[in-house]
């Protein structure tokens, strides 16, 4: 197999995941990867040899979705689904770190795409704010203002669920 055909291959796990994190639908994060996969392979010559194909990649699929996004908001379908219990954690947990990241992972979902594709793009998959605005197709400052507002989100959904569920309900 060709080198950069086993590069891109190799990048598939971190694409699910990327996928999965903007979609939270299995099948529709399947899709976009293929997609993703698809439109790589028939423009192999546009990546540079040598490099990395992860920030190529993250770049086609981030166009797609967006392509998406837009095909969907004017057909004025819903867009996101929310996530079935198995697809979040694949082995079930009592311990409270579990019930911690569940928390933390159902509160990325709630917020805005936007938000969520920055905050995935620099902290989960670990690229630089340069290169994170740059595959987004963003000013390396609207992407430091979706990051901030998105943890400002993040941290109020949090501090509410803990609030919750820290009452208690008394029945008479």
């Known amino acids: 197999m060709d080198d950069r ?5 190799g990048e598939i796990p971190r694409l699910r995941r990327y996928a999965r994190a903007l979609l939270r639908n299995r ?3 399947d899709d976009l990867v293929q997609d993703c996969l698809e439109r790589a392979l028939a423009r192999l010559d546009n990546w540079q040899t040598g490099e990395s194909p992860r920030k190529w990649l993250f770049t086609i699929m981030h166009h797609l979705f967006i392509d998406q996004m837009r095909k969907v908001s004017r057909r004025g379908e819903m867009a996101m689904l929310p996530l079935d219990g198995d697809e979040a954690l694949t082995v079930p947990s009592i311990q409270v770190e579990s019930i911690a990241s569940r928390e933390i992972l159902d509160a990325l979902q709630a917020i805005a795409p936007e938000r969520r594709a920055a905050i995935v793009t620099v902290a989960i998959e670990g690229f630089s704010y340069a290169e994170a605005a740059n595959i987004l197709g963003i000013p390396a ?5 979706r990051i901030s507002r998105g943890r400002e989100d993040l941290r109020a959904l949090l501090d509410d669920r803990a609030r919750r569920r820290s009452l208690k309900v008394v029945e008479k």
């Open 5 to 9: 055909k086993a590069a891109i291959l």
């Open 27 to 29: 099948d529709s994060a």
């Open 141 to 145: 400052g609207t992407l430091m203002s």
